[in-house]
C-alpha cells in the first residue's frame, strides 16, 4: 500500500482556517485520497476524498498537488468541535480492498 | 438503521473467556469491515467482507480470532480464549460495495479483559 506521512500534532485557533498537510510521494495514478477524522471516543468519520482535482463539501476542501504527492486537508473555519485525529489515506480501487490508517495527525483547537 | 450499529458497547470478560462482538451494517451495504484500536494507538485492520464471504483475513491476529457475515448483513467477530492483549476497542464499517467512496463506522465494542 502506498503511505502517507503527516505532521503528529498541530494546533490552531477556533474561526481561524486549519490547513492539515499528507505527503504521499508514492501514490499511483489510480490511489483515491481520502480523508477520516476521529473524535475523542468515537469511530471515524468520513470527511473528504478525491483523485486530481481540489474537492469541496459542507465540512471541509481538498487540494491536491498538481503532481498528487501531497494534499491539504483544509477546514475553513475551525470550532471546538474539530478537535480530532485526521487520517489521510490512499485507497486503490485496483488494489486490497480497505483503509490503511496511519497515526494521523492530532488536531487540538483553542479557544 | 441509520447507522452501523455495534453491540455491546462494553464488554468485561475473564482471561480465557470467548467473546462474541455484534455488527450491523447500514442496509444494503455490501461491504463490512471490522478493526481494532488498542489505546491512544491507531486502527489496525481485521477482516473485510464482501458479501457473505471474507476475501482479505490478513488482519487477523492469531487462530483464536475468527469472524462470519450472514444474510449479506450482519456480522460476528469472535475472540476465543481471550488474553489481556486483546483488550481493546473493535471498530466495524461497511461501505456501499467493495469501491469505497465512503465507508461509516460504528462507535466500536470497547473490550476489557481481566
Known amino acids: 500500500d502506498a503511505k502517507t506521512t503527516q505532521p503528529n500534532s498541530m494546533e490552531s485557533n477556533e474561526e481561524e482556517p486549519v490547513h492539515l498537510p499528507c505527503n504521499h510521494s508514492?501514490?499511483?495514478?489510480?490511489?483515491?485520497i481520502h480523508w477520516y477524522r476521529q473524535l475523542p471516543s468515537q469511530g471515524p468519520e468520513y470527511v473528504i476524498h478525491?483523485?486530481?482535482s481540489n474537492v469541496n463539501n459542507r465540512m471541509a476542501s481538498l487540494a491536491i498537488a498538481e503532481d498528487r504527492k501531497s494534499s491539504t486537508l483544509i477546514l475553513h473555519r475551525a470550532t471546538l468541535r474539530d478537535a480530532a485525529v485526521y487520517y489521510c489515506?490512499?485507497?486503490?480501487?485496483?488494489?486490497?480492498?480497505?483503509?490503511?490508517f496511519g497515526q494521523g495527525t492530532r488536531l487540538t483547537i483553542n479557544p | 438503521g441509520a447507522g452501523v450499529s455495534q453491540s455491546p458497547s462494553n464488554k468485561v470478560t475473564e482471561k480465557g473467556k470467548d467473546v462474541e462482538l455484534r455488527c450491523d451494517p447500514i442496509?444494503?451495504?455490501?461491504?463490512l469491515y471490522w478493526y481494532r484500536q488498542s489505546l491512544g494507538q491507531g486502527l489496525e485492520f481485521l477482516i473485510y467482507?464482501?458479501?457473505?464471504?471474507?476475501?482479505?483475513k490478513s488482519g487477523l491476529p492469531s487462530d483464536r480470532f475468527s469472524a462470519e457475515r450472514t444474510g449479506g448483513s450482519v456480522s460476528t467477530l469472535t475472540i476465543q480464549r481471550t488474553q489481556q492483549e486483546d483488550s481493546a476497542v473493535y471498530l466495524c464499517?461497511?461501505?456501499?460495495?467493495?469501491?469505497?467512496?465512503?465507508?461509516?463506522f460504528g462507535q466500536g465494542t470497547r473490550l476489557t479483559v481481566v
Open positions: 464499517a461497511s461501505s456501499l460495495d467493495r469501491i469505497i467512496t465512503e465507508a461509516f
Open positions: 508514492t501514490i499511483s495514478g489510480t490511489d483515491y
Open positions: 478525491g483523485l486530481t
Open positions: 489515506i490512499l485507497f486503490n480501487s485496483q488494489g486490497a480492498q480497505k483503509l490503511v
Open positions: 442496509s444494503g451495504h455490501t461491504a
Open positions: 467482507f464482501q458479501g457473505n464471504s471474507a476475501p482479505d
